[in-house]
């Protein structure tokens, strides 16, 4: 008796604990919701661990405990969705969340958000639109791995891979450019040839930039870009197919009227420019007949800096990624977008200072605008920052922004000190200038001391900061012994020893990484706190995502 009733007893308790893991409330519950955060614990967590995963927005574990993992998960959620990704799972996000997994809600079949491109993945996403990548990526040819939805360097090489073989730009994200390529109907699979660059028959895509004259019959990724800006601004109802007939000629032609261009119904690099320039016009508007309103000659363009949102913004990088420039069209003018125009300018003989002004838009919108090629000797950042990696390690080249895809936000205890030793390099990268540098580590407390490794170093370092001393905290990408990018903040000021005797700098600086506020608060509550903040703004505006 004592043996059933132990074994009953058992099995009791372990259907409780189990319809405490599966329980989701109904859509209809009239059910309260406290907010669940970054800390939060207990069945509420692990309900909401439970359906995430459930509907492929890995929390990273289900253990009732709201980590980092849980956080990321709650933002790709949100961001796929259309609410705001701040990380926090309060009433509108849970609603939707277990509505949705109990099949109450619109919100889309089986919690897929692959049915229409919502956001740019790069590295460390997760979701049921990076399930559809993989697996359309998969049906090509070109990943190989597990469709787990989770988007690593695995699906970052595939992508690439696939990037090339379109001749789009080999960056790795999966912008909206690279979405069209990938789910069109003319996909090139990984082991077909001939489909790298754009051909007369406009079989292939060419949506890196406009390399030919569009016209009826032609197909490829270019059609689909500008038949989704056409869309935008409202001359094009059609599907958007990636195919130049009927309905894209007449949707070009009434745009150019609306420009005052020759209404020919081509697609050549004037209209092409005024499609995509900060004053191109909606449909619906008057008064942007002139032929200056898309050429970028009216000298009416609005002055865009750090910080903008918005669709002239969003125009300002496709065309920056157009001409190669590293850039994600999300329409926040943020550090990438900084560098991108500081490296337009200075390519283009302007005065480099990553705003864009008239003269600057102009430039770019005139259809004769200096490309920017990786492999060249002036790279992005040209003159502005090659000293500083040449003379030193090298491992940035010569002043190249780092791959989009790569940049990831790295916890100092947690991910970074661990790996590294002193004496090790770091490459640093500054967005804001386009100018690298190369430092050595000191030590590793809780952030890593360092020095500037050269002479040569210094300088670059000095002409990032403007040429004075500034404590900053200056955001910039830094480059590991194991080859990640991380997001970091630094500043210039010596202080404290110095052990490179030949370096031009009287002492040490500092390198921060992102840390748990809590810890920095009470560990480091003035200048730790600063550099958690600065890093977390530059972290929300490069990718949307708000960390506590």
Not at 173 to 195: D, E, K
Not at 381 to 402: E, K
Not at 481 to 493: E, Y
Request: one cysteine or more; charged letters at 15%.
């Amino acid at each position: 008796m004592k043996a059933y009733w132990r074994a009953f007893t058992m099995r009791t308790a372990a259907l409780v604990v189990l319809a405490a893991f599966l329980f989701v409330p109904g859509a209809n519950a009239a059910q309260t919701y406290r907010t669940l955060e970054f800390g939060s614990r207990g069945t509420e967590v692990l309900s909401l661990q439970k359906a995430l995963e459930a509907l492929g927005f890995d929390p990273s574990g289900t253990d009732g405990k709201f980590g980092r993992g849980t956080q990321n998960a709650v933002t790709a959620y949100q961001q796929a969705r259309g609410l705001e990704a701040d990380g926090k799972a309060g009433k509108l996000t849970l609603t939707k969340l277990y509505s949705e997994l109990n099949g109450t809600s619109g919100a889309g079949t089986s919690g897929s958000s692959s049915s229409g491109f919502t956001r740019t993945l790069r590295r460390g996403y997760i979701g049921s639109d990076v399930t559809a990548v993989q697996t359309r990526l998969r049906e090509l040819g070109y990943y190989t791995g597990t469709v787990d939805g989770k988007y690593g360097s695995g699906s970052i090489a595939a992508v690439t891979a696939f990037q090339k073989k379109c001749g789009l730009k080999a960056d790795g994200l999966v912008g909206q450019s690279t979405y069209a390529a990938l789910f069109g109907g003319n996909a090139p699979a990984a082991g077909t040839s001939g489909s790298s660059s754009a051909s007369s028959s406009g079989s292939a895509s060419s949506s890196g930039g406009l390399t030919r004259t569009l016209r009826r019959g032609y197909i490829g990724t270019d059609v689909t870009t500008v038949q989704t800006r056409l869309k935008e601004l409202g001359y094009y109802t059609g599907t958007v197919d990636g195919k130049y007939g009927s309905g894209s000629i007449a949707a070009v032609t009434a745009f150019q009227k609306k420009c005052g261009l020759k209404a020919d119904g081509l697609v050549g690099q004037s209209t092409y420019a005024a499609l995509f320039s900060g004053v191109a016009p909606a449909a619906g508007t008057s008064g942007g007949s002139s032929a200056s309103a898309g050429t970028g000659t009216s000298g009416s363009f609005q002055k865009l800096r750090s910080g903008d949102t918005g669709t002239a913004v969003k125009n300002l990088q496709t065309a920056l990624r157009n001409l190669g420039y590293n850039v994600t069209a999300d329409g926040t003018y943020g550090p990438l977008t900084v560098a991108a125009v500081t490296a337009f300018q200075s390519l283009n003989g302007l005065t480099a200072d990553g705003v864009a002004g008239t003269q600057t838009q102009t430039v770019l919108y005139s259809g004769s605008a200096k490309r920017y090629e990786a492999s060249g000797s002036s790279g992005s950042s040209g003159s502005s920052g090659s000293s500083g990696t040449s003379a030193s390690s090298g491992n940035l080249g010569t002043g190249v922004a780092p791959n989009g895809a790569t940049i990831q936000l790295l916890h100092w205890f947690n991910e970074v000190k661990p790996t590294l030793s002193n004496g090790q390099r770091l490459t640093v990268y500054d967005p804001s200038t386009g100018i690298s540098w190369t430092l050595r580590i000191m030590s590793r407390g809780n952030h890593a001391d360092v020095e500037p490794l050269t002479a040569a170093d210094t300088e670059a370092m000095f002409r990032a900061f403007g040429g004075e001393e500034d404590w900053g905290p200056k955001v910039v990408y830094v480059q590991l012994p194991d080859g990640r990018w991380s997001m970091a903040s630094t500043h210039n000021v010596a202080h404290g020893s110095q052990t490179i005797k030949d370096n031009n700098f009287n002492g040490q600086n500092c390198v921060h990484f992102l840390r748990d506020m809590e810890e920095c608060q009470k560990n480091d509550p003035n200048y730790g706190v600063q550099n958690q903040n600065a890093i977390r703004k530059a972290w929300k505006n490069l990718t949307g995502v708000t960390v506590e």
